[in-house]
């Protein structure tokens, strides 16, 4: 999704683009599938915000279970889509604007000189090499290091994501539902079609195994927390994802990376969407700009990212980390049951676009 983004602010600025896909839309992915209002706004900006309103499910409310205790707050206009649907829709966008997209292609980059990049393409099993003057990588979660132009300065570690649809009557339509423990979170939202989008964090490395399987730990956490009456059933295709938490350099001479391949913190403040299309947006901006030469485009992306989601990305990390801390949950939700405007600050800084 942030490829698509990039792509649809390219065309708009007169660049051609090429939108490589490896997967064949529609397809599930793992995904809280909400949207707050930083994001409704980059939607208007990129001309597609009502067709995903009049797609997705309106969200009003945030429930979450914290330390034993029940929390509700009135949040600002969202939207919870499904990925099957969201993603089909940028990508729709990207080939009215002239985008030219290839799906079920696999893209890798093969390397990078002072004239170009060189980019090997796999398409229905035919293999071709192609010379582009600058490359945007969006391969999300588990994009490779791009021939070692791209090195982790933060490796892959920490809770990984598991989501599945599920049905349920007992969740209200609106309202996003978000279960803490010490094993990590679940959260829960009803989407248009009626099914429930089950999505969660949940602790990796030695001590989790032996919590059980990703399935049997987000009931437990469900089951031990003020939404234990909600029943959920008929549950689809587990999906997970490797280890979330992972940070790299962003840019180097003309390769790019936006989204989830440029880093990742984690979904509990539900941004990863807005982060990957504000970044593929500020790529296309910075790549269209008249600032030259495009040889140092990577490297101006790398500071640029940084300085972008700096701020956002050190609050998810600050409210994720205070998460894993008991007595500081308890602290956080005896607070907000008994002064839920203190919430108004953070939900303001979450959905500055
Ligand atoms: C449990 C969980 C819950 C979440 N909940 C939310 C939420 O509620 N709200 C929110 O905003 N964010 C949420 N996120 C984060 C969000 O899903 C991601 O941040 C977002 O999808 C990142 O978009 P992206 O475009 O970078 O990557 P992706 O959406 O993963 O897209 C990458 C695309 O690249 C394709 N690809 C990969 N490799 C190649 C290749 N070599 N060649 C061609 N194509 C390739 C893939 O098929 C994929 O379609 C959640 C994440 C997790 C783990």
Known sequence: MAGAACAIRLRSLGVA??????????????????????????????????????????TRRWCASLAGQRIELSIPEGVAISREVLDPLMMNAAVRCGANVSMNCTAVVKGSTRDGVSVQLDQNGTTSLHDYSCVVIAAGLRSGNCSGLLPWTEVPHGPFGISVMASSADVDP??????????????????????????????????????????????RILSASQFASIELSEFGTVMTTPPLRRSRRAGHGRVLAIGDAAGYVEPFTGEGMTWGMQGGIAAAELIASPFGDLNDVGDVWDRKLAALLRRRKRTCRLVTTALRSPAACRIAAGTLRLFPSLATPLLRSMNKA
């Open 17 to 58: 683009v090429d939108l490589v896909e490896k997967s064949v839309f529609p397809r599930a992915k793992v995904c809280g599938c909400c949207i707050g209002e930083a994001g409704l706004k980059v939607f208007s900006q990129l001309g597609i915000r009502a067709d995903v309103l009049d797609s997705g499910m309106p």
């Open 174 to 219: 609106g309202v996003i539902y978000m279960a803490c423990n010490e094993d990590g979170y679940v959260g829960l939202v009803k989407l248009a079609d009626g099914r429930v989008d089950v999505a969660a964090a949940l602790q990796s490395g030695q001590a989790s195994g032996a919590h059980g399987d990703p399935i049997t730990r987000v009931r």
